[in-house]
């Protein structure tokens, strides 16, 4: 049994990046760059009006003045400001040579044909200037960069459409068992449906990858072998469920060795997910995850989903936020590092979830994240800060 802190540096050291392909930006959401973007524009393009009013000079702003020209969005100014002359603009639209500010419509009377009057003594220039977001040439976003929703305006606005990004981990998921049937089926006595694929599924949904779900291994060398086999030759990663533990029935250990599977670690100090295996086979990877519903998801959670993302180029950080204890909380084994499932109440309190053991299926529908108990902590006490990891 190895320490957490072991497990995943062991993991990190193995990790092989993906080859890279060139994607439509349209569809780079949750992807990762594989080489920096830069701007073949300046933004603004020109110095543009920041509302919709009167261009003019500010010198002149106490003057009468007349409007020469409306200037839209989008059209090329025609004529220059002049002394106590304007052009009314739109926002967004080109400012007009001569002109050094924009004094809004709103503060602004008609005083007669063509004529108007500024009602306050002073302005702002209300003006964008060329280049002061974006300059040409510019990176604008790095290698690595995990392309989020608010990254897709920039790379529209640069012209940057083709993008070069690492390509996604083909994913097997198996599940192991002879108790085990698919969700649509009603299982018979000693039987139970098969849920964590399901839910490995789905966490790989989340992270916008599609896993190949390659259906129930029943309990037998020569099925596990087979099915192992094929899942390591159509794909990169083979996520296995159950028969990880140390049971008549429990195959895999033994069927990845027979693979030539490098074993790396088959056992970790934390709960729940104690017996979480990890190998390799050159460009190949398998975990195998315990087959008790919450192992399978807080493992996925915390080894995983940050070695997808590595593989993909990107140095994924769970998001941790600070936060009180509401209540006690304790625990007798201090020998493994524990994940507690918590809520966070109206007072901004966490509040530790009845959790009877990792078989517990539900125990993680109301939480709102997870709090670690290192090892030789047996105690968490009411008012002791602590770092909750969202899921």
């Not at 062991?10 to 973007?37: G, H, P, Y």
């Not at 004094?103 to 306050?120: A, F, P, Q």
């Not at 807080?298 to 995983?304: D, K």
Request: proline share 5%; aromatic share 8%.
């Amino acid at each position: 049994m190895i320490l957490f802190s072991e497990a995943i540096k062991k993991i990190e050291e193995s990790i092989i990046l993906m080859e890279t392909e060139k994607i439509d930006f349209k569809k780079s959401i949750n992807r990762v760059l594989a080489e920096s973007v830069y701007s073949d524009i300046e933004m603004p393009p020109f110095n543009k009006s920041a509302m919709d009013g009167y261009a003019c000079k500010n010198q002149d702003i106490q003057n009468e003045l007349k409007v020469i020209e409306i200037i839209p969005a989008g059209v090329i100014p025609q004529k220059n400001i002049g002394k106590n002359e304007c052009s009314k603009i739109m926002t967004g639209a080109m400012m007009p040579e001569g002109s050094d500010c924009v004094i809004i419509v709103e503060n602004v009377e008609e005083t007669g044909d063509n004529k108007i009057k500024y009602l306050h003594k002073e302005t702002r220039n209300n003006i964008c200037f060329k280049a002061e977001d974006i300059k040409q040439n510019e990176q604008i976003l790095p290698k690595g960069t995990f392309i989020k929703p608010q990254h897709i305006a920039v790379l529209a606005t640069t012209g940057n459409t083709n993008l070069k990004v690492y390509k996604q981990p083909k994913i097997a998921v198996l599940s192991t068992g002879d108790e085990l049937v698919e969700p649509y089926e009603k299982p018979e006595i000693s039987k139970i449906r098969n849920s964590n694929a399901y839910q490995i599924i789905s966490q790989l949904d989340s992270l916008r990858i599609n896993g190949n779900y390659m259906g129930i291994v029943e309990d037998t060398e020569k099925s596990t072998y087979d099915n192992i086999s094929k899942a390591l030759e159509q794909n990169d990663v083979v996520l296995l469920t159950g028969g990880v533990s140390m049971g008549d029935f429990d195959f895999v250990p033994k069927i990845l060795k027979k693979l030539n599977i490098k074993i790396h670690f088959d056992s970790i100090a934390v709960q729940p997910g104690r017996p979480t295996t990890f190998g390799t086979r050159q460009n190949k990877y398998v975990f195998g995850l315990p087959g008790n519903p919450v192992s399978s998801f807080v493992q996925f959670e915390l080894l995983v989903k940050p070695f997808l993302y590595k593989m993909m180029g990107y140095n994924f950080e769970a998001t941790n936020i600070s936060l009180k204890m509401g209540e006690d909380y304790s625990r007798k084994n201090k020998k493994r590092m524990s994940w507690i499932p918590i809520s966070i109440n109206e007072n901004s309190d966490i509040i530790p979830l009845k959790y009877h053991g990792s078989a517990h299926i539900n125990a993680l529908t109301y939480a709102d994240g997870l709090i670690n108990v290192p090892v030789g902590k047996t105690s968490l006490k009411k008012g002791d800060f602590v770092n909750v990891r969202q899921i």
